[in-house]
């Protein structure tokens, strides 16, 4: 067999963006260490070259959800540490207690496990209002901990990216439980609980949604650079005459002639349905709306406006997160998480 053909949609991922929003994170952390949430793929950019560029940077703690994502980074660990956050099933042990990472411990019944087997440094992740994963308040005490070497305590900020009550209440929540864990280090923000200020910080933050380009606050505007452009190639070039329509259901019909390109790029690429009709493909400045409703595998824009298009030419899709999440309706985390396995991912 010959070569495959080159894939008709890519992701150009900008390297050198991805570390200056680290570099830019990290300042802001104070005398905190920085390290990154590189879960669900490295927020679906693909998390070896993400891990790669940021341990460049400086980064050295990582974050993953599973022991799977966790497996596919071992060979590229260095002198990185990378910790677990859904902790140990009884399924999970047997790995665990083979890899240098560190689980993060969520409840009770985890820590019992990894204390049964006497499994080495972890993590613990500590619940102070989220009620999502970590211990309960009510559990924290020294006789829990007892026996285990607890690298790093962690809780979760549920609204850091509103100016929301819920925010101070978990600041001093996790202050006053972390006190009473042996940890050598304290853990409590992500993205957006970075720019809630100084007191948060601890000593090791966790950012994700911001590294890649994500806007988490207002306070990140100018700063954060945008690391994600997807590209998809043309495959026809057609006229759509006056009456006639565009796409599955219809919903666009042309008032008067137009020119649609349709592109190699669907909902299955994780361009969701919601980019129906007000998606925007862009060319050499040119903005190119999308024409009726996002198909599995195709995409129509009007080039009504850019005679010069043909099959073959390549155009941007406008993913300036802010925007997109406008047009879509979906969050930054989803427009990103969503990026599908056809792209192929071009670092520059
Ligand atoms: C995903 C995650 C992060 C990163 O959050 P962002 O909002 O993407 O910055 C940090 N900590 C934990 C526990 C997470 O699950």
């Known amino acids: 067999m010959t070569d495959i053909p080159p894939a008709p949609l890519a992701l150009h991922l900008d390297s050198a963006a991805l570390k200056a929003n680290w570099q830019w994170l990290a300042a802001q952390s104070g005398a905190a260490a920085c390290g990154a949430a590189i879960k669900a793929n490295g927020y679906g950019l693909g998390a070896v070259a993400v891990m790669a560029h940021l341990q460049a940077a400086g980064c050295r703690d990582f974050f993953v959800a599973t022991w799977a994502e966790a497996a596919e980074l071992l060979p590229h660990l260095g002198e990185a540490s990378l ?40 993590d613990v992740m500590i619940d102070t209002g989220m009620n999502r994963l970590g211990i309960d308040p009510n559990y924290v005490n020294a006789a829990l901990f007892e026996g285990l070497t607890i690298e790093t305590v962690l809780s979760h900020f549920a609204c850091a990216d509103e100016d929301h009550a819920l925010n ?15 940890a050598r280090r304290r853990s409590l923000s992500n993205s957006a609980g970075i720019l809630l200020g100084a007191d948060g910080h601890f000593d090791l933050t966790r950012p994700g949604l911001a590294l890649y380009g994500g806007l988490p606050r207002a ?26 329509s565009v796409g599955y259901g219809a919903t666009y019909v042309a008032e008067r002639e137009r020119e649609a390109a349709v592109l190699n790029l669907g909902y299955a690429d994780g361009y969701l349905r919601g980019f129906s009709g007000t998606g925007v493909a862009l060319l050499d400045g040119t903005r190119l709306p999308v024409l009726g409703r996002i198909s599995m595998d195709l995409t129509a824009v009007d080039v009504s406006d850019a005679p010069w298009i043909a099959e073959g030419d390549w155009v941007e899709i406008d993913f300036d997160l802010l925007s997109a999440a406008a047009q879509s309706g979906l969050s930054q985390y989803e427009l990103l998480t969503g990026l599908g396995r056809r792209y192929e991912r071009r670092w520059v």
Do not use: Y
Request: glycine fraction near 8%; include cysteine; hydrophobic fraction near 40%.
């Open 83 to 122: 910790s677990v956050l859904h902790g140990v099933r009884a399924d999970d042990m047997a790995f665990a207690l083979s890899t240098p990472f560190r689980p993060v411990l969520n409840s009770p019944e985890q820590v019992a496990r990894w204390k049964a087997a006497n499994g080495g440094p972890c």
């Open 168 to 182: 101070g209440i978990q600041l001093n929540a996790f202050r006053q439980l972390s006190a009473g864990v042996p």
């Open 219 to 244: 306070e990140a505007a100018g700063h954060i650079t945008q690391v994600v452009r997807p590209r998809a190639q043309v495959l026809q070039r057609r006229t759509v005459r006056a009456g006639e």
